[in-house]
């Protein structure tokens, strides 16, 4: 069993920055694959940026290439989000997912464990 917890959300004006974090219990983070989610109210939850076990491949939605950035420390069993020049689209309650396989699929049924989620909301 792993437990996730998100950290580092808040509110920002647009073009601002944050950086999230998700803390793995027990079990070492090199053991998963971790992506983050989103979900804005009255939309579905989407992927927004995975990161691999293996070779930390990682993969980003189209919405969020060039703007934000997953890293992950494995000694520290915590992946990072960092997100810049934030767009109020970007809205949303993010969650962490760790996946027992290796993959860069945004199919949410491919992650076993999730978060509970924090928000972040940018607005001016």
């Known amino acids: 069993q792993v437990q996730l917890v998100e950290s580092g959300g808040g509110s920002v004006q647009p073009g601002g920055s944050l950086r999230l974090s998700c803390a793995a219990s027990e079990f070492g983070l090199d053991y998963h694959t971790i992506a983050w989610f989103r979900q804005a109210p009255g939309k579905e939850r989407e992927g927004v940026s995975c990161?691999?076990?293996?070779?930390?491949?990682?993969r980003y939605a189209d919405s969020v290439k060039g703007r934000f950035t997953i890293s992950r420390d494995n000694a520290e069993n915590t992946v990072y989000l960092q997100m810049n020049n934030l767009e109020p689209e970007d809205t949303a309650v993010y969650y962490c997912?760790?996946?027992?396989?290796?993959?860069?699929?945004?199919?949410?049924?491919?992650?076993?464990?999730w978060g509970q989620g924090t928000q972040v909301t940018v607005s001016s």
């Open positions: 997912a760790a996946s027992r396989v290796v993959t860069t699929s945004f199919f949410f049924a491919m992650y076993d464990f």
């Open positions: 990161i691999t076990s293996t070779d930390g491949t990682t």
